[in-house]
């Protein structure tokens, strides 16, 4: 072709071309002359602002597509008094009210579309003499509502703009402190994310939060209007990401230039920021109080600097070694829904109530296992003679609230109150409002019967089995002998140091009762600290005459006892029925339960039954009913109602009256399956004593009971008192 194809405006060298909407195939004629004109318009060199906008017809009617906009997309140094050039693919109307321009410091402006020159497939909005003209430095957004563009042919349908226009750009103007500029509330917005997504703004404020620094780092700042627009709705602050550079201190005035965007759901300035210094200033943290009105309500002070004048208690710490991360609440520890209300609507209640009485308090990294962790008591890091417990204190707690997760997916993002790096913040003066018990609780009586969880206690390290000869089952517990030692030194010096005559156990390795057995290993330790005889334990197996009575899993329960205090007595048994350890399920769920009947120097008998039900954390074949039971509940209220049945057969052959049920039912207070043994005759006792604030464990933050001793009427009768010892569940 020499040095280019066509000419004029739609040469092809320097220039850039567009098929027309109207070619759907193109020349395929070799030997015919080539001109561009016919097929292509032209918009002059390197013009970029129609890429991906391309649209045809292809023979059939097709509705208008805006072929151009002056300022392009995302322009800089825009005069202050243009206006903005729409070009559509034909000609078109406009209706009042389909164009719209937010501008960042001018706010809201006012326009209708003009056609120019006569031509309906060119529209200028604003511009003129009676359009005031942009502030300085301003971002605006320019939009078109697609169904207030239609075109003027009776081709229809379809005859309106396919798709919303939305374009940004920014004006002319210098760029130093104290010249015009976005308020951060405005970049904010009165919803959950920015109206301002991938526009370039530039705010002004007071470094309240300075997380900057590479990882594990926010890397960041958090920055806030001085002085704010006063309404509640809309978050004065908002976080700066700057990589791993360290430009601010708190306190610093700063000029910020950077593009709005959410990151995991916190509104931030990124993109490549620029930072000026303007000074120094100070900012009041605005006071908030829980329970919040609405789950959302902290996002309208995320990203600012708060206190929290009530007093906070820690109501969990799971995740405090792992992430630096503590939940705290308002007014108490937060209780379980299904152990203070019924199932269903009233414990679906207490359960909105928690979520909306609840905020982390974090420490100032996005780390897993910090080093120092950040939050023991009295403002010292956390160590062995340093603890923090649940129901600990902090008042009037200063940070900044941010959104973010604590350095990995599975703390999940959430509002988070960060003081260590807030202005005027600092480590929370926790204070040791729940002391740790020096010894097991005094309840009275002439003999002590309990149930205690020994976390899965196994002396056998691989090879594990389900019983004698039971099915392969992976090993729990210790992962070695140094760390058996750890454990069983500390389950040794608890049941020593307190004052039980016969004591129910859970989770213990089932591996029979051999003298290698888990079982006979415990109380051999036992009776090394305690003297030779002073504990024995009871052989479910020999006593039933059945092999693995007490289950083939890979744990079990099991009796051990003082035989100075009290004689078994009558029969061992075992409820290891289908009916029970199914539940109404088509496979094995509840752990068998033991039955043993024990004599005391007085001649005064007792039957004990220890238990351990399907737990809540894997699906049963009855779905979650969604009333606050969690996973089988089902499964679990048979197998109570199942107990009680076995019970009036008088399984142990004594036929005495007085009947403990004790264990792990895993089911709070309120819940089906203690509410079918309360039907049957038995008396939970812990909350008789302890009343409904009693709790022995605590999950997802909240505090409760799993563990039972439930007492027939004549045994109520005899009982002088009982209550959990808090060894480990604070």
Not at 96 to 109: D, N, Q
Not at 564 to 590: C, H, K, Q, Y
Request: with cysteine; glycine share 14%; proline share 6%.
């Amino acid at each position: 072709p020499g040095s280019a194809w066509g000419s004029g405006s739609t040469i092809a060298q320097n220039n850039t071309l567009r098929r027309k909407p109207s070619i759907c195939t193109g020349d395929t004629n070799r030997d015919d002359a080539f001109d561009p004109a016919v097929e292509w318009d032209g918009f002059g060199n390197n013009a970029f602002d129609g890429l991906g906008s391309h649209t045809v017809a292809c023979g059939a009617e097709s509705g208008p597509v805006v072929i151009s906009v002056s300022p392009a997309d995302g322009a800089l140094e825009v005069p202050l008094d243009a206006g903005i050039l729409v070009t559509f693919s034909e000609p078109v109307m406009v209706a009042p009210g389909a164009a719209s321009l937010t501008c960042s410091i001018s706010g809201e402006r006012a326009v209708e579309g003009t056609v120019v020159g006569g031509n309906e497939g060119e529209y200028i909005f604003g511009g003129d003499e009676d359009f005031d003209p942009f502030a300085p430095g301003e971002s605006c957004i320019f939009r078109l509502d697609g169904e207030g563009v239609t075109d003027v042919d009776t081709d229809d349908p379809p005859d309106a703009l396919a798709n919303d226009l939305r374009t940004t750009f920014t004006t002319v103007g210098s760029n130093i402190c104290g010249d015009p500029f976005t308020p951060i509330y405005t970049v904010q917005g009165g919803g959950a994310e920015t109206p301002w997504d991938d526009v370039r703004l530039t705010v002004e404020g007071i470094v309240v939060g300075d997380y900057e620094g590479s990882r594990p780092a926010l890397r960041g700042f958090y920055l806030q209007d001085e002085t704010g627009d006063g309404d509640a709705a809309t978050s004065d602050g908002i976080f700066v990401f700057n990589f791993n550079d360290d430009d601010v201190s708190l306190g610093d005035r700063v000029r910020v230039t950077g593009v709005a965007q959410e990151f995991q759901d916190q509104t931030q300035l990124g993109s490549g920021v620029d930072i000026q210094s303007c000074g120094s200033g100070t900012v009041t943290p605005t006071d908030i109080s829980f329970p919040v009105p609405s789950l959302d309500a902290l996002e309208a002070v995320e990203g600012m600097l708060v206190r929290v004048p009530q007093t906070l208690y820690v109501t969990e710490h799971f995740q405090l070694a792992r992430f630096g991360q503590v939940l705290m609440s308002t007014g108490d520890r937060l209780f379980q829904p299904t152990s203070v209300a019924a199932p269903g609507a009233p414990a679906l209640a207490v359960a909105e109530a928690n979520l909306l009485n609840q905020i982390f308090v974090d420490d100032e990294l996005n780390e897993q296992n910090p080093e120092p962790i950040r939050f023991g008591r009295e403002g010292n890091p956390l160590s062995a003679s340093n603890t923090l417990r649940g129901g600990d204190q902090a008042t009037g707690i200063v940070g900044v609230m941010s959104y973010t997760w604590a350095g990995n997916r599975a703390s999940g993002n959430a509002y988070r109150l960060r003081p260590v790096g807030a202005l005027g913040g600092g480590v929370p003066d926790f204070s040791p409002a729940n002391p740790r018990p020096s010894s097991a609780p005094v309840v009275g009586g002439d003999l002590r019967v309990a149930s205690f969880n020994v976390l899965n206690y196994f002396n056998t390290f691989s090879g594990c089995t389900g019983g004698v000869g039971g099915p392969s089952e992976g090993c729990r517990g210790a992962d070695d002998p140094e760390e058996l030692e750890r454990q069983s030194a500390k389950i040794v010096s608890a049941i020593n140091g307190s004052d039980f005559d016969v004591v129910g156990l859970i989770e213990i390795e089932n591996d029979g009762y051999g003298p290698e057995s888990s079982l006979a290993e415990l109380v051999n330790r036992l009776n090394a600290d305690a003297g030779a005889g002073t504990w024995d334990f009871i052989d479910v197996d020999a006593g039933t005459g059945q092999v693995n009575a007490a289950g083939i899993d890979a744990i079990r329960v099991a009796f051990i006892y003082k035989p100075g205090s009290v004689a078994p007595v009558g029969t061992t048994a075992a409820l290891n029925s289908p009916e029970f350890v199914n539940g109404g399920d088509g496979e094995i769920r509840n752990r068998p339960a033991i039955a043993q009947a024990f004599e005391g120097s007085n001649g005064g008998r007792f039957i004990a039954l220890i238990n351990h039900f399907k737990s809540k954390g894997s699906p049963c074949e009855v779905p979650n009913a969604g009333d606050g039971q969690g996973n089988c509940n089902e499964v679990r209220t048979r197998a109570a109602r199942a107990l009680a049945q076995w019970l009036l057969t008088d399984p142990t052959g004594t036929g005495d009256p007085d009947i403990a049920i004790l264990g792990d039912l895993n089911a709070y207070a309120q819940e089906d399956p203690i509410t079918a043994l309360e039907a049957a005759g038995y008396e939970d006792l812990l909350e008789s004593f302890q009343g409904p604030d009693a709790y022995s464990f605590v999950f997802s933050g909240q505090w409760g009971y799993l563990d039972y001793a439930l007492a027939t009427s004549s045994l109520t009768g005899q009982t002088t008192g009982a209550a959990a010892w808090h060894i480990n569940a604070d």
